[in-house]
């Protein structure tokens, strides 16, 4: 010890503890604070009882004697912050040309353990350039991983320890697997396993092992947690697949525990994580062979619109591409669709040969989903919520091609549904506005010109006029009933039945305004003596592809009179609103997914109409 220093603690002034600590704190020896982090002794004045250290943070800091002797360690010219200011150049090549020297250095100077975020806090910028980091680091774990004297977790947040002996990362990988407790936790390091398979070239009997404790886990999991039982699964089957020599069991399989699952099977598969859900999908058809694609078909309106995509990817490399558009088209004009998929539809547009789905109906759909998620109280429907809101192209995209009738439709659709605030729905009209001037009026609360009738089958009227007197004489008045019930319960700010009683209420109010303006436009026919020299309405006309010759009949009916695959279509659509007026002989351009297709006018006759109700086109909307 110094004798000034030893002259102290003589005199009682300090400690001999600290009076050793402080003989290790020379003037320009190295130091750090548990607060103001590294630094080096400027100098010592032992007279007035002080020592002064420059921080990185605080230059020329004043301490006391023994405040510093308690709260300053010593840091020995090997620490990684000393060799940092004494040899830069010696870490920067180590970095470069020895990564498991600098990363044992670090280690060495924070007592054994280190997190990936103190090393990169460590080494960035000073020794690796800023921004290189995370390339740095991961070509340096080839080299350790090598090298075996360090364990590398998988998650940043864990420790990087050094080993007393080396370990294969083959062998590190497989000891990680067995001692984690958690089901999470083993099917994370069994992924891990799968995805560095090349770490057990030449050792894949170890995998054996392995294999076998998946199997058992899985067959406990099966039912308490279905979901990573096939997780588990899954990843055992890449792996025996990468390894054929492994023997994998046939005491329980993917298909085995889907069967077992049948009755709860979409829950089930929207639970199992996104980069496994495609390989169970696949196992459907070995599970239920004769109807796995109507089971999939099924899962489109109760799946996420994650699965979702992956059912569709499934599908159509099947060839159920035709199929698939039936599905979400019924589900459209139903108004059945969920806001999943239409979320779906609407971000993979164009894509999956489903563009000519993104039309005005869908936009309907939509509101219905909504306002159907907000009455169940469903969180998924925001997704789709904010996607109409975000996407500034979406309404347009949908609206584009819609005839100004049902422009004006869904402009009321709009202004009479609860999903949106009053400011968000005038920015979505004002988007509408756009492609359609003429419905400016209708937001600016103009006088509107009066509109024209809609042309409409008997049947069909029949049946929007029971829908409204359902609605005015049964629904409406028990919903009346219910919230009066309700409101007998107290505290309204508490009351759920209140509050979903009056959200019911804004559904049937709004259904009941756009049916009393849908009747008053009516205009019923059953399409007699219609004139058969132009397309009219109520005619069926017949024409040719001009490119491929093919003959296609098309029947034109009322506004609310549809089915597609009958090609009967209402007046109101693009292709109707073409084709009216159009004499034989006359060509006639319609819109497609990719260009325009050329129509050449055969001939129009008058429309069978008992013969098409009997299919039951009829009234449909």
């Not at 998924?380 to 584009?400: N, T, Y």
């Not at 009958?566 to 497609?592: C, D, F, N």
Request: proline share 4%; hydrophobic share 40%; net charge negative.
């Amino acid at each position: 010890m110094e004798a000034d220093l030893q002259a102290l603690v003589d005199a009682g002034k300090l400690t001999a503890k600290a009076g050793t600590a402080l003989d290790q704190l020379k003037p320009q020896t190295f130091c750090l604070h548990k607060s103001w982090g590294f630094g080096r002794v400027n100098s010592w004045n032992l007279l007035l009882n002080q020592i002064v250290v420059d921080f990185q943070t605080k230059k020329s800091h004043q301490m006391q004697l023994q405040y510093a002797a308690e709260t300053l360690q010593p840091l020995s010219d090997n620490h990684i912050y000393v060799r940092k200011i004494l040899d830069s150049g010696g870490l920067k090549g180590l970095a470069t040309e020895d990564p498991v020297r600098l990363v044992l250095t670090v280690l060495e100077s924070f007592g054994g353990r280190v997190t990936q975020e103190q090393l990169q806090k460590t080494l960035d910028p000073e020794i690796v350039p800023n921004g290189e980091f995370k390339r740095w680091w991961d070509n340096s774990k080839k080299a350790l991983r090598k090298n075996g004297r360090l364990s590398l977790p998988a998650k940043k947040a864990e420790y990087i320890t050094m080993r007393d002996e080396s370990l294969s990362f083959g062998d590190e990988l497989i000891l990680s697997f067995q001692s984690a407790r958690q089901l999470k936790d083993q099917t994370t390091t069994l992924d891990h396993i799968s995805k560095n398979a090349d770490a057990f070239a030449g050792g894949e009997s170890k995998l054996q092992v392995v294999i076998d404790q998946v199997e058992e886990m899985a067959s406990r999991s099966q039912r308490l947690s279905p979901p990573q039982a096939l997780e588990l699964l899954v990843t055992r089957d890449e792996i025996c697949t990468r390894f054929p020599q492994l023997a994998k069991g046939v005491s329980i399989t993917i298909p085995q525990v889907l069967r077992e699952q049948e009755s709860h099977l979409g829950e089930v598969l929207s639970q199992i994580a996104s980069a496994k859900q495609r390989r169970v999908l696949a196992e459907l058809k070995v599970a239920f062979p004769d109807d796995w694609v109507s089971r999939c078909l099924a899962f489109l309106q109760t799946s996420s619109s994650r699965l979702i995509n992956e059912i569709v990817r499934v599908l159509v490399e099947e060839g159920h591409t035709e199929r698939l558009y039936q599905t979400f088209d019924r589900a459209i004009k139903e108004h059945s669709i969920s806001s999943e998929a239409i979320y779906w539809l609407a971000k993979e547009r164009g894509g999956h040969d489903f563009g000519n789905l993104l039309d005005s109906e869908l936009l309907t759909a939509a509101f219905s989903a909504l306002e159907r998620d907000q009455f169940n109280e469903n969180r998924r429907g925001s997704k789709l919520h904010d996607l109409l809101l975000e996407d500034r192209d979406l309404v347009p995209d949908l609206i584009i091609n819609a005839p100004i009738p049902q422009a004006r439709d869904l402009m009321r659709r709009m202004l009479l549904t609860p999903s949106f605030e009053e400011l968000n729905k005038r920015s979505l009209m004002a988007r509408m506005i756009k492609i359609h001037p003429e419905l400016q009026s209708m937001l600016t609360g103009e006088q509107e010109e009066k509109e024209e009738a809609l042309i409409v089958s008997w049947s069909s009227l029949q049946k929007k006029k029971e829908e409204y007197d359902d609605l005015t004489s049964k629904k409406i008045p028990e919903n009346t009933k219910e919230i009066s019930i309700a409101r007998s319960y107290g505290d309204l700010r508490e009351n759920f039945e209140y509050k979903a009683a009056k959200e019911m209420q804004t559904v049937l109010m709004r259904r009941k305004a756009e049916l009393e303006q849908m009747l008053a436009r009516a205009r019923g026919s059953n399409f007699d003596n219609v004139d058969t020299s132009i397309v009219s309405i109520g005619t069926a006309v017949t024409v040719r592809d001009e490119q491929s010759q093919e003959l296609i009949v098309y029947r034109i009916l009322g506004a609310w009179d549809s089915a597609p695959e009958k090609h009967i279509l209402s007046y109101l659509t693009a292709i109707g609103q073409s084709l009216l007026g159009k004499s034989p002989g006359e060509m006639v351009k319609l819109p497609t997914e990719t260009g325009t297709r050329t129509l050449e006018v055969i001939s129009i006759e008058p429309f069978n109409l008992p013969e098409i109700e009997t299919v039951g086109a009829i009234g449909r909307e």
